[in-house]
C-alpha cells in the first residue's frame, strides 16, 4: 500500500551510498572529494594524500561488494567513517589559512548548519511512539558523534527536549546550530575581502540567524496543538534557518568562487 519491502527499501539506501550518478549520493561526494583531493595534492600534507590512497581503495572495494544486509552497510560506512574523519584532521591540521583553510572552515560550517537542520526536521519535529523514538533519538546523537557527550551534560536518559536544547540552542557545544552561527560571524570578520566598516551580503543571513536563535527559548520551541502529530512551529523556524543559510553560501560563493564582485 504505497511502503517500500524491506529489499525495495535496501536497495534505495544502497543506491544512496553507492550509485555515482545520484547528486549528493555518498559515492558521488567521495568522487567530488578525490577530484578536489588530486587537484589540491601539492598543498596537501604527504600523510594526507596517502590516508585518502587508502580510503580510495577500500572504498572501491566496498563498491564493488554486494550488499545483503543493512548491518553490513552499516559496519562498513562506520569504517569509512573512522578514515574520513581522520583525513579531515590532517587537512584541517596542516593546512595555511593563507592557502584556503579559512574558506573550507566557512564551507564545513554552512554544510554542517544544513545538515543538522534537515536531520532535525526529520526526526525532531514529528511525534513518534516511545519505543521507537528513543533509538531515533540515539541514532541522531551517534550520526554526529555526540552521544556520549549529551550523556554527559544530561545525566538522565535521552529526551526530545533536551536534545532539541544541546544541538539547537546551546552556546557551548561545538556542534550545536547556535554555535555553528556565531563561529561562522566570528571567520567573516577575518576575511580577506570584509568591509569593516558594513556586513558583507553573506554575513546578513547569519546575522539574521543568529537574532532567530537567541530569541529562543526551548519551552517555546516544543509548544504545539495536541491533536498535531508534526510540530509545525518548530519545523517552521528550521525551515526559515535553512533559507538563510542557503542565501549565505550563495552569497558567499558569489564573492570568493565566481568573482561576482569584480
Given at each position: 500500500?504505497?511502503?517500500?519491502?524491506?529489499?525495495?527499501?535496501?536497495?534505495?539506501?544502497?543506491?544512496?551510498?553507492?550509485?555515482?550518478?545520484?547528486?549528493?549520493?555518498?559515492?558521488?561526494?567521495?568522487?567530488?572529494?578525490?577530484?578536489?583531493?588530486?587537484?589540491?595534492?601539492?598543498?596537501?600534507?604527504?600523510?594526507?594524500?596517502?590516508?585518502?590512497?587508502?580510503?580510495?581503495?577500500?572504498?572501491?572495494?566496498?563498491?564493488?561488494?554486494?550488499?545483503?544486509?543493512?548491518?553490513?552497510?552499516?559496519?562498513?560506512?562506520?569504517?569509512?567513517?573512522?578514515?574520513?574523519?581522520?583525513?579531515?584532521?590532517?587537512?584541517?591540521?596542516?593546512?595555511?589559512?593563507?592557502?584556503?583553510?579559512?574558506?573550507?572552515?566557512?564551507?564545513?560550517?554552512?554544510?554542517?548548519?544544513?545538515?543538522?537542520?534537515?536531520?532535525?526536521?526529520?526526526?525532531?519535529?514529528?511525534?513518534?511512539?516511545?519505543?521507537?523514538?528513543?533509538?531515533?533519538?540515539?541514532?541522531?546523537?551517534?550520526?554526529?558523534?555526540?552521544?556520549?557527550?549529551?550523556?554527559?551534560?544530561?545525566?538522565?536518559?535521552?529526551?526530545?527536549?533536551?536534545?532539541?536544547?544541546?544541538?539547537?540552542?546551546?552556546?557551548?557545544?561545538?556542534?550545536?546550530?547556535?554555535?555553528?552561527?556565531?563561529?561562522?560571524?566570528?571567520?567573516?570578520?577575518?576575511?580577506?575581502?570584509?568591509?569593516?566598516?558594513?556586513?558583507?551580503?553573506?554575513?546578513?543571513?547569519?546575522?539574521?540567524?543568529?537574532?532567530?536563535l537567541n530569541s529562543l527559548d526551548i519551552e517555546t520551541i516544543m509548544q504545539k496543538n495536541e491533536n498535531e502529530v508534526v510540530n509545525f512551529q518548530f519545523d517552521n523556524i528550521l525551515s526559515k534557518l535553512s533559507k538563510l543559510y542557503i542565501r549565505c553560501s550563495d552569497e558567499f560563493t558569489k564573492t570568493y568562487f565566481s568573482h561576482y564582485d569584480e
Open positions: 500500500r504505497g511502503t517500500l519491502s524491506d529489499t525495495d527499501a535496501l536497495k534505495e539506501l544502497t543506491a544512496v551510498i553507492k550509485d555515482y550518478n545520484k547528486i549528493g549520493s555518498l559515492a558521488f561526494t567521495i568522487n567530488m572529494l578525490s577530484n578536489t583531493t588530486l587537484s589540491l595534492k601539492d598543498i596537501l600534507a604527504i600523510e594526507s594524500t596517502k590516508l585518502f590512497n587508502k580510503i580510495g581503495k577500500e572504498w572501491r572495494f566496498f563498491l564493488n561488494r554486494h550488499t545483503n544486509s543493512y548491518m553490513h552497510l552499516a559496519n562498513e560506512l562506520e569504517k569509512k567513517l573512522i578514515d574520513i574523519i581522520a583525513y579531515r584532521s590532517l587537512i584541517e591540521e596542516s593546512t595555511y589559512k593563507e592557502q584556503g583553510l579559512l574558506l573550507y572552515d566557512v564551507g564545513c560550517d554552512i554544510e554542517k548548519a544544513l545538515l543538522l537542520i534537515s536531520k532535525a526536521r526529520s526526526l525532531l519535529c514529528i511525534d513518534m511512539q516511545p519505543s521507537v523514538e528513543y533509538d531515533i533519538l540515539e541514532v541522531l546523537l551517534s550520526s554526529m558523534e555526540s552521544f556520549n557527550t549529551y550523556r554527559a551534560k544530561y545525566k538522565g536518559g535521552l529526551s526530545r527536549k533536551h536534545i532539541i536544547e544541546f544541538l539547537i540552542l546551546d552556546k557551548q557545544f561545538p556542534k550545536s546550530l547556535h554555535f555553528i552561527s556565531n563561529d561562522l560571524l566570528t571567520k567573516f570578520k577575518i576575511l580577506p575581502k570584509t568591509k569593516q566598516e558594513s556586513l558583507a551580503a553573506y554575513e546578513l543571513p547569519i546575522v539574521e540567524a543568529q537574532a532567530i
